[in-house]
């Protein structure tokens, strides 16, 4: 453990532990990870209360992380994604899985998932520097899945080449970012030695809860990769500080071009104004927001749960407030292995006597004699 003061001390500060606050290894080994550590954001008796939820879910998370969180706000968006609920153990709405997207179905090998046509995605290790408590995948917490090894690397590989109309290979977990530098440029390698692998992409939520772990040792060796993509994880404008825009940038600089998916999450982003602000923040700092999800109907995350309408609704306000590069798409990813199914608003309502009637997003009607006429044409 850490001999600088913990973040339990009321009196703590970040700026108690510069320079090591800069130093992504220091967060790494002064992750929070006991019940005990838990003192700085909840009640004693609440401490009591979770030890159950942790021993099912673990918990933990980086210093800087969870510096952001505001300890007067009870409904502080960060602290609900990452301090436990007891709502976690509360399994009595029905219909929520383990395994939401049936992904160990879809496992030809060990390590790696194949659900998409000419996608595949990796599960390089099992840990994350934080654990996200809407994560769809908290199964995996308790199984302490290591990093990939040799022989299950060589496997995939095996899977990977006798498939060719695979293209894009998706490096996931966990964290992929959790793994030592040799050990994911092996991987790296071992990936885009695959003939028919164009592109790769990595899954990671680094550059929100341990940005220092965008070094510029590691954009090098991403950039020695690509074509390869980014893919982040922020949740809500809180998650914008200076230091997650600029581990973005210096992934930007290194020609690695960085999207976004948002999980939509009760009480954390289920509004128009914070999903508006954060769509726009990450615009700013040049992340492209790709995906919304629908939050996965994975057990122990009940909680998080809004309804799909309220999701249109938001996408609706958002189509009528900003640009397509602020606009990700909402999708629900379908139980079973189903896939994503995007869900839209709905403008067009419907055609009348060859005239389609559309709503604006604000409402107002308006007949468009030329779309459907043109079709006829060509018909
Ligand atoms: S970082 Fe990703 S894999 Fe890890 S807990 Fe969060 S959502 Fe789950």
Redesign the pocket.
């Known amino acids: 453990m850490s001999s600088f003061p913990s973040p339990l001390s009321p009196a703590w500060q970040p700026d108690d532990h510069k320079p090591e606050w800069n130093n992504w290894r220091w967060q790494a080994a002064n992750r929070l990870t006991t019940p005990e550590e838990l003192a700085g954001f909840v009640s004693q008796s609440g401490i009591k209360q979770l030890k159950k939820v942790i021993e099912r879910y673990p918990w933990g998370s980086t210093p800087y992380f969870l510096s952001l969180i505001n300890r007067q706000n009870p409904r502080d968006p960060v602290a609900a994604q990452v301090i436990p609920s007891k709502k976690e153990l509360d399994f009595s709405i029905p219909g929520s899985d383990e395994d939401p997207l049936a992904e160990t179905r879809h496992m030809p090998v060990p390590g790696l998932i194949h659900r998409y046509h000419d996608r595949a995605l990796v599960i390089t290790t099992g840990a994350?520097?934080?654990?996200?408590r809407?994560?769809?995948?908290?199964r995996n917490?308790k199984r302490g899945i290591g990093p990939l090894g040799k022989s299950a690397i060589s496997k995939i590989c095996q899977y990977l080449k006798a498939t060719p109309r695979i293209r894009e290979v998706i490096l996931?977990?966990?964290?992929p970012l959790t793994l030592p530098l040799e050990k994911l440029d092996r991987l790296l390698y071992a990936l885009s030695s695959i003939s028919h692998v164009q592109v790769l992409r990595i899954?990671?939520?680094a550059p929100v809860?341990l940005p220092m772990r965008i070094t510029a040792e590691l954009a090098s060796l991403l950039k020695s990769y690509r074509p390869l993509w980014v893919n982040t994880?922020f949740n809500h404008p809180a998650e914008i500080t200076d230091e997650s825009a600029a581990a973005c940038d210096r992934l930007l600089l290194a020609g690695i071009p960085l999207s976004n998916h948002t999980?939509l999450l009760k009480g954390v982003n289920d509004d128009f104004s914070t999903l508006h602000r954060l769509f726009t923040g990450l615009n700013r700092i040049m992340v492209r927001p790709y995906y919304l999800f629908h939050c996965d109907a994975a057990k122990g995350t009940d909680h998080f749960r809004t309804s799909v309408f309220k999701g249109i609704e938001i996408m609706s306000r958002l189509y009528g407030r900003t640009g397509g590069l602020c606009l990700p798409q909402y999708v629900v990813d379908l139980p079973s292995g189903g896939g994503k199914a995007p869900v839209m608003p709905s403008y067009l309502l419907g055609v009348e006597n060859g005239v389609a009637i559309f709503r604006t997003s604000e409402g107002r009607i308006i007949k468009y004699q030329g779309v459907h006429g043109a079709t006829e044409e060509e018909e």
């Open positions: 994350c520097f934080s654990y996200c809407h994560c769809n995948r908290k917490w996931s977990g966990g964290d899954g990671t939520r809860v994880h999980v």
